[in-house]
């Protein structure tokens, strides 16, 4: 297999055409996988006049090894091997890019692959192996003279890339270094990753956005492929016209300016783009199928794009990147792609990120887990997660990649440990611990009509934090105390439009309703941040965390504010109604708040309607300048709460939904508690109530910490009502408190608040 080294770099490329028929006839030949695999190589090396073809493929123990090869020693096929990361081909396999240099032998990842002989070869073209982007291995070509290639050589070869990612997954082709070492493709694979919700979920993997796998790759007849490829484009532009009319519709203020206009307007321009169009005819020419040719074109704009130092391009790829996948669906008749969700089977969503509405459009019945690769315990997609009960694990390199839709896997949200196509030890002990859990369940449930009291007889107030129609039964199960925090964004956010009065006053006087005697906290509209409204006009900010959000928003457009105050005076005739406001900053803020709640009030009574038996107005306390005004802020209110969540973000300089730091500070820290306390010594002395509604709420160790500290009301998501209220009832308040206070005043030596609490848990038999 030893090339002409020294008359071949002359030849000229005969081109992806010629290349292509030859792909074709090889793969129609009969013949069996390894001679197929060594006839492509062959073939490809001639067609682009390269001196060297090689094909590496994965293996199941992450290490690349060469199967054919022409122009390398011929020797070295399944001897040399390559740890993913290493050398030319191990970079191109890690990174998922194409690696394109005249010079391979002083390139900064260069490593000699022993056995090989690859020394006299200057230039290196290398294109990753992949199958709905699960990394399969990597196909590279070398030359004696140095030159960097064309565009069109690397185009050629991501197409022979494109047709051989198809051979190594058909799973014919055998490794034979390593004994007893499958390929990579659907072997079992665990990774650890963050926990970010409890609980465990067992069942098929559902893609959020499904990956379709082209698998017809040559054309039979071009006229009949560029009919087809017409169809398509016109459904795809007509669905994405439709699109935009949709979201000129939806414009509250029926105005075409935003952010969000901007970009399903540029996305309509792609759509119409004749450029694109022309690319992917120009691949039916050459051969390939409409699909094939669309992938080619999608997987050349991503190099393009990859490449451009313009920014607003770069963001633009995602843009692309989904019209090809729904050119693609189109082409394919794969509908959504999704593997059915509405059968109630169990099943599991992944995504690399996701909002926290998108994943309510899945059916709640089967949903059991969800694994991200960018979120924090306290994203909001996280907290709607953890609010429906599911197990989230975040941060888990490469699973995403290597999962397909219909896959076997099982999210550990109490280790954080994902086990993608599990064996079958690892699936049956998962069963034993449901098992487990269930008696957990069940022990919690039992404590449910149990009053949340310490040993020495201190009630703590356990309530709940929910937001949609689904939390409401979690009420009456959960035995909790009532509603601490009602988050009103949420229906907003799941909406197509801005919710109406009449609408949002009957969803009110539901969650009223549902609590019964029981109180319940409404927050007024916390969007912005992280939480956007698809049909409301924002800013583009570079900081959303610290910009036009919550009150801020409600201040500057009043009528908004107004429309949700009204229909919560209403829903909430005849009883107590309870407001408070998220992201205060001046206790001014709140001011202007209640000029606009006593105008509402009036204009109820001056239409002859009742009003609430009385109004508490509330304050949430989740900037740090909150902290140097407390005395102004608990004269003007009735009751304060602190949002953990935004107070830590914003001490700790920290953004919340950065997948980077989620683990990088704790708020069980000293400055963090000590915080926290001066805001309860406040409220005492103000003799203001006082609650806490953050998810350090929710977790058993740091509940005990807020105790310590005198908080007595605490809210939490559903699924920690019980294992709380175990916690409260094996603790002795004032055992804790002393415990406690003395940590956060540092007067117990070098051990970490973490370390303290659990040690004093472990003591006294506290279950955390
Ligand atoms: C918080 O910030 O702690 C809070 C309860 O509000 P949210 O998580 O909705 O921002
Ligand atoms: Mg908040």
Same mark, same amino acid.
Request: net charge negative.
């Given at each position: ?5 020294d ?8 081109? *992806?055409?010629?290349?292509l028929?030859?792909?074709?006839e090889?793969?129609a ?5 390894q ?11 001639t ?8 094909v590496y493929?994965?293996?199941?123990d ?7 090869t ?8 399944h ?12 970079t191109?396999?890690?990174t ?9 032998q002083?390139?900064p990842a260069?490593k ?19 199958r ?9 070509v070398?030359?004696v ?6 565009? =069109?050589?690397v ?8 047709v051989?990612? &198809? ?18 493709a659907?072997?079992?694979?665990s990774?650890?990753g ?6 465990i979920?067992?069942?098929?993997a559902v ?6 796998? $082209? ?5 039979q007849?071009?006229e ?10 016109q459904a ?19 105005? !075409?300016?935003?952010d969000h ?6 996305y309509?321009?792609?759509a ?17 199928t409409?699909?094939?040719a669309?992938e080619?074109t ?11 130092s ?11 990147? &989904? ?8 082409l !394919? ?5 999704k593997?059915?969700?509405?059968d ?5 969503v992944?995504a ?14 089967g949903?059991?887990?969800l ?18 009960g ?10 995403i990649?290597?999962?397909e839709?219909?896959?076997?896997i099982?999210?550990?949200?109490e ?13 049956k ?5 449901l ?8 022990r ?6 149990e009053?949340?009291?310490?040993r020495d ?8 934090n929910?937001?949609l129609? @689904?939390?409401?039964?979690?009420i009456?199960? !959960?035995g909790?105390?009532g ?6 964004e ?5 909406a197509?439009?801005l ?7 009957r969803?009110?006087?539901?969650v009223?309703e549902?609590?019964g005697?029981?109180?319940v ?8 941040? &992280?939480k $956007? ?13 610290l910009?036009?959000?919550a ?7 009043p #009528? ?12 909430s005739?005849g009883r ?9 900053t001046? $206790? ?7 000029v606009?709640? &006593? ?6 009574a ?5 009003l609430p ?5 509330g ?9 140097f ?11 304060v ?6 107070? +830590? ?15 990088? +500070? ?5 400055p ?5 306390r ?21 977790? *058993?160790?740091?509940a005990?910490a807020?105790?310590?500290? #005198?908080?007595?009301?605490?809210? @939490? ?7 709380v209220? =175990? ?13 406690v ?5 540092g007067r ?10 659990t ?5 006294h038999?506290?279950?955390?």
């Open positions: 297999m030893q090339a002409d080294r008359g071949v770099a002359a030849a000229a490329p005969t081109g *992806p055409r010629v290349l028929r030859h792909l074709r090889a793969m030949d009969d013949l069996g996988p001679e197929r695999l060594d006839r492509i190589v062959q073939q490809i090396a067609a682009l006049g390269a001196q060297v073809c090689s493929v994965l293996r199941a992450e290490v690349l090894e060469l199967f054919a022409e122009g390398l020693a011929a020797d070295a096929v001897r040399a091997e390559l740890q993913v990361g290493s050398g030319l081909v191990g191109i396999a890690a998922g890019h194409p690696l394109n240099t005249a010079d391979a002083n390139h260069f000699y692959i022993p056995g090989t002989k690859e020394d006299s070869f200057k230039s290196f073209l290398g294109v990753p192996m992949k709905g982007g699960r990394p399969l291995g990597v196909l590279a070398q030359t003279k140095a030159q960097s290639f064309t565009e =069109e050589y185009e050629a070869l991501e197409t022979a890339a494109m051989l990612s &198809d051979l190594v997954a058909s799973g014919q082709l055998q490794p034979l270094a390593v004994d007893g070492v499958g390929l990579d659907g072997r079992p694979l990774r650890k963050t926990r970010l919700a409890s609980g979920g067992i069942g098929r893609l959020h956005e499904p990956r379709i796998v $082209v698998t017809n790759f040559f054309n007849d071009e009949a492929e560029s009919r087809r490829l017409a169809q398509a484009i795809v532009r007509e669905s994405v016209d439709a699109m935009v009319l949709r979201g000129f519709d939806d414009d509250p203020e029926g105005s !075409t300016e935003g206009m901007e970009v399903l307007e540029s309509r321009m792609f119409h783009d004749r450029g694109w169009v022309r690319r992917i005819e120009a691949g039916i020419a050459d051969g390939l409409a699909e094939a669309t080619r999608a997987q050349e704009n991503r190099n393009a794009l990859m490449r451009s313009d920014s607003y391009l770069r963001e633009r790829l995602h843009d692309l990147d &989904d019209l090809s996948r729904r050119l693609l669906r189109e !394919t008749g794969h509908g959504i792609g593997i059915d969700d509405t109630g089977d169990p099943f599991i992944l690399s990120t996701m909002g926290a509405a998108e994943l309510l459009d899945y059916q709640r019945a949903l059991q887990g694994v991200l690769e960018e979120a924090t315990p306290t994203s909001h997609v996280v907290i709607v997660a953890r609010a429906l599911i197990a989230v694990v975040g941060a888990v390199g490469g699973i990649a290597r999962a839709s219909g896959d076997r099982i999210v550990d949200g280790t954080g440990v994902v086990h993608l196509r599990p064996l079958e030890e690892i699936a002990g998962y069963d034993e611990r098992v487990f859990r269930a008696e957990r369940t069940a919690f449930e039992a404590l449910r009509d009053p949340a009291v310490t007889g201190e009630p703590v107030d356990l309530l709940l929910a937001g129609t @689904m939390d409401l039964p979690q009456e199960a !959960t909790a105390k509603i601490g925090l009602f988050r009103t949420l229906q907003f956010m799941i197509a439009r919710p109406k009065v009449a609408e949002q006053t969803f009110y006087r539901s009223l549902a609590a005697d029981k109180p906290t409404f927050r007024t509209l916390d969007i912005g941040g &992280d $956007v409204l698809p049909y409301l006009r924002t800013l583009k900010e570079d900081n959303p965390a910009g036009w959000r009150i801020r928003l409600s201040i500057d457009r #009528g908004l504010l107004r429309m949700q105050l009204r229909a919560l005076l209403k829903a005739v107590p109604l309870r407001v408070k406001l998220p992201m205060v001046m $206790v001014t803020e709140i001011d202007q708040v209640k606009l709640l &006593d105008r509402e009030c009036e204009a109820q001056r239409f002859g309607h009742d038996t009385s109004i508490e107005l304050a949430m306390i989740e900037v740090p300048s909150m902290l005004q407390l005395d102004e802020l608990m004269e003007r209110v009735d009751f709460s602190i949002g953990s969540n935004d107070l +830590f973000q914003f001490m700790a300089a920290s953004d919340r939904t950065n997948s980077y730091l989620a683990n990088r +500070f704790n708020p069980l820290s000293r963090f508690l000590r915080a926290l001066d805001i309860a010594r406040s409220a005492e002395r103000n003799e203001t109530e006082l609650q806490l509604c953050g998810e350090l709420a929710g977790e *058993p160790l740091s005990m807020l105790m310590g500290i #005198g908080y007595r009301k605490i809210s @939490m998501p559903p699924g920690s009502v019980g294992p209220k =175990e916690m409260v009832r094996s603790v002795e308040m004032k055992h804790l408190c002393d415990a206070n003395d940590a956060v005043d117990m030596g070098t051990q970490t608040m973490q370390e303290m609490l040690d004093y848990a472990d003591q038999g506290v279950p955390v």
